[in-house]
């Protein structure tokens, strides 16, 4: 079992850079002025297609081990940027309006990049699956004395409290096969814990939903206990 954990680590691994190579020239391509209506909708196919691939890539490097998590200092809004970028032709296809309310002095945070990108788009993807008839998506970012906050807010269909028990659970999906593995808030979850972070849930059904994920802020206690 081990050894095909990290043959699917290794493929997962190399083909994390070609994937890469594809979605960002199909995202340069739709850029070009008075693309045919057929290939504009191609090319948004290849992009949509590569960024869902990319996910389930990324959550295997997570499950296996693969990605040794880094500690560097990370600044939460450009992420949160870099990451909206990726979604913006999937929220204007689906009616979704982005507001980003960040606060620019934000201070920096310890983290592993890669992984909270993971968990930025992790969060992303749910709350436009939740919203297939547009919406509104809230990216939000502040911080206090002791810790550094970002919110994720929809405008979509809620969940029931039950659903609302379970989502942190490994494989609870109520999605159809094809559009989720459940594994998505499992892995926001483990890589929220490991940075001594902690994330809640609000959600009303046909209201919408409220992720709030908070990151201790001093860096000492982060620093003393990675060595770094
Ligand atoms: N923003 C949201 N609005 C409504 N329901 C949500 C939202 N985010 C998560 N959920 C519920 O939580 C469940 C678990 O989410 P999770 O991201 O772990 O898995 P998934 O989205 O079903 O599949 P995967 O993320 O692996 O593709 C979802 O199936 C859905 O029922
Ligand atoms: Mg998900």
Redesign the pocket.
Known sequence: MAAIGQLAAGVAHELNEPLNTILGFAQLAQKTPDLPLQTKSDLEKIADASLHARNIIRELLIFARQGKPGRTPVNLNQIIMNELKLFETMCAKSGVELKRVVDSELPEILADKSQLRQVIS?LI???L??MPDGGTLTLQTSFDASSVKFVVE?T????SDE?KEN?FLPF????DVD????????VVHGIIASHKGEIFVK?EKDKG?HFTVTFPRQQETVSKEYGI
Do not use: E, R
């Open positions: 992790n993807v749910n709350a699956q939740a929809d979509g269909i809620g969940m659903v989502i609870y999906t109520t999605k559009q989720g593995t459940g594994l998505g808030l499992s959600s939903t």
